[in-house]
């Protein structure tokens, strides 16, 4: 076999934890070798170990020589230009100084391997995420890498330039380098991988090839049978908790009517950009607004401000989890206890933490946990403070099969107990699958509403709707 | 113990394994440092730096920096002087009210809030003392004094501004949210916590215990000098970052405060001892705090 990477029995333990168990991997020129896992399964810590950024404690790798990681978090200067980045460490020199034509000369044709076609001078902080991962893989290929690992790459992208990407990884393939792709998108991984590593609690758990099941790679990701991706539990909806009326701020969405009643999930979906995070924010009291009412059960909430929409019984979950949502410094009690400080029940909060199964002790800081764990404690701060409504962006966004669907299940508990729930997601199958009633919006307005059981084409067709002016 | 724990136990406490180890070292080369009146001594010095550096722990765990609490220090020291005392600690938190007001209100980055406050306050110390010195009352002295021939107040006060930093930090809602708030702004926004307002009380604290510590140095002195305290804002920053706060905050313990400011106080005191000229002491301090943030560094890897 013409396998560039070999490694066998891989053990790496951080403290107590066993973050590696055993792992063999094999990466063949010409292929696109996916690792598949629930966060916290060990995939990270397995592309770090093959990259040396980590050492291991047992275990043999052979051939890592080659080896390039294009990570979430992307390595790019932002203040230079296109060439610049892509020469970065090994700028061409020339009587000691930067040789521009040079690198203006070797730029295009490194462009071209990735099928990016952008101006070599321009700033990188001006390019799109796509763009700019692009020019990541560029600079990588032209240290001659024959390993290429791709560190949930897609999770930033929109469709068109996931497909976009997909196609490069087959053309990087045609050309003999060895891709390990890690995603959470199980379509991805259908039309684009040649074998499929499964990995568990640190350990393999088994090798799938091209035609692998979704059925099949969720169940041997999380090591049991699921019954049902979506399991919404609807309820008869109650009194309106939620009014949303006519809601506007110039130039980022206007006249946005939602109304959400008690026992019920009301998504809502719509392209990038489409002002949802925006409406959601604002009726929050994050931001402010020009016109339009926002009421919880009743009683119109003041603009902009967060601590009366709280006092009203409204919650928000961020779409950015590390970013706007949790306190990485903290531990989890410390992060769960956030918003009910004034308020503060430790048994309770221990309930919650039980309740959520959130893998890791009370004390533990909230760095060490994985993605889906990390998102239920931010839940779990809101369902300490017990809102009416609450409000969540994008939920799922980089959380395993496995917590998703626990997600799922205290948004289904929420609405049993006649609360009421917003659910913002740019992912069509869960917006669709979890929702009662799904909100379309387009260029920020309202662009319509479609019932339980609509379709992603229905969804699609108006999410990209041109609206008059 | 386990090997855990007490490897837990270290990487907690490096400043204190420090300080110990430089305590041992200056008692091998000098054993006069052991004197009980010495030490004494070591802690009476260390007193203003810890007072000031409790205030600053606050603002270094809520992620700010407030460069202005030596000039505060002498501003409330000279009300002091020239009203009464309590009126010095009131002027304090007043400073620490506007910095805070600047940094949330009017959206400064707290350098500039405070560096512009450290020039307000010093030059209003300048203006009132019309650049003399002047003598405390009894009350003011009477902080700088001892309440028997071993038992400096100084010292006391300092534990008291210790016991008092450590309650506000862990068992209060104030001290809860200002980990939050240097931890991640955005989230203690979101989840409800009024940021602005969180901060206000936070430098006047920082204020607060700037006067407090400007009425100890006084009192210490018997007078209140209008350049009192100048640079002390320096040692109160590496007093916190070598008790193991981080500067972008969310990070920072009342105990390793403590221990930085004795680390600092036995320094000066060694080197003293050792009879290590003055102009190389400030050499060998400046060593020391590089030394401590580095071992910090490390052990975070």
Known sequence: ?469 | MSTISIRKYASENGALAGLLVLALVIALMQPAFLNAQNLLNVGVQAAVIAIMAFGMTFVVVAGGIDLSVGSIAALAAMVGALTAGPVGLLVGALCGLVNGALISYGKLPPFIATLAMLSVARGLTLVFSEGQPHETDELVTFLGSNLAPSLPLPLLLMLAFFGVTGLILTRTNLGRRMYAIGGNEEAAKLSGIDVRRNKLWIYALSGLFAAAAGLVLAGRLGSAGPQAAAGYELDAIAAVVIGGASLSGGVGRATGTLVGALVLAVLRNGLNLLQVPPFWQQVVIGVVIALAALLDSLRRR
């Open chain 1, 1 to 469: 076999m013409n396998a560039l990477i070999t490694a066998r029995g891989i053990t790496k333990h951080f403290g107590a934890t066993k973050a590696l168990d055993g792992v063999d991997l094999d990466i063949n020129a010409g292929e696109v070798h996916v690792l598949l896992g629930e966060n916290g399964a060990g995939k990270s810590t397995l592309v770090k170990v093959l990259a040396g950024i980590h050492g291991h404690d047992a275990g043999t790798i052979e051939g890592r020589a080659s080896l390039a990681v294009i990570h979430q978090e992307l390595a790019l200067v932002p203040e230079l230009s296109v060439a610049e980045n892509l020469f970065l460490n090994r700028l061409p020199r020339r009587f000691g100084f930067v040789d521009r034509a040079e690198m203006r000369r070797r730029a295009p044709e490194l462009l071209r391997k990735v099928g990016l076609n952008v101006d070599p001078d321009a700033k990188v902080k001006d390019l799109g995420i796509a763009q700019q991962q692009m020019i990541e893989i560029a600079r990588a290929l032209d240290k001659d890498t024959s390993v290429l690992i791709l560190d949930e790459p897609t999770a930033v992208l929109t469709d068109t330039e996931t497909d976009r990407l997909l196609e490069i990884m087959a053309q990087l393939r045609d050309n003999r380098v060895g891709l390990v792709f890690i995603t959470h998108h199980l379509d991805e991984i259908q039309r684009v991988a040649d074998r499929i590593t499964v990995l568990r609690d640190g350990r393999s758990v088994g090798v799938l090839g091209p035609r692998a099941t979704t059925q099949h790679m969720i169940e041997l990701m999380v090591g049991r049978p699921i019954d049902e991706q979506y399991p919404r539990a609807r309820q008869r909806p109650g009194a309106p908790l939620l009014h949303i009326q006519g809601l506007t701020r110039r130039g980022v969405f206007e006249d946005v009517t939602i109304e959400v009643h008690a026992g019920e999930v009301v998504g809502i979906a719509g392209l990038v950009g489409a002002g949802r995070t925006e409406v959601a924010r604002a009726a929050f009291g994050v931001d402010g607004y020009d016109h339009g009412t926002v009421a919880v059960d009743g009683k119109p909430l003041p603009r902009h401000n967060v601590q009366a929409a709280i006092k009203a019984g409204l919650g928000l979950v961020p779409e950015d989890r590390k970013g706007q949502g949790l306190v990485l410094t903290a531990t989890v009690g410390q992060n769960l206890e956030l918003v009910t400080l004034d308020d503060r029940d430790e048994k309770r909060l221990h309930d919650i933490a039980g309740k959520l199964r959130i893998k890791g002790r009370v004390e533990q800081p909230v760095k060490e946990l994985s993605g889906g764990n990390q998102q239920k404690v931010v839940i779990g701060k809101w369902l300490l403070a017990d809102p009416k409504v609450l409000i969540l962006d994008e939920p799922t966004r980089g959380v395993d099969v496995g917590a998703k669907v626990e997600i799922y299940e205290l948004i289904n508990r929420m609405t049993a107990q006649g609360r009421a729930v917003l659910l913002v997601s740019s992912d069509l199958p869960e917006v669709i699958g979890m929702s009662d009633r799904v909100v379309v919006m387009a260029h920020g307005r309202v662009a319509g509403e479609l019932p339980k059981g609509a379709t992603q084409d229905q969804v699609m067709a108006l999410a990209v709707q041109e609206i008059p002016a």
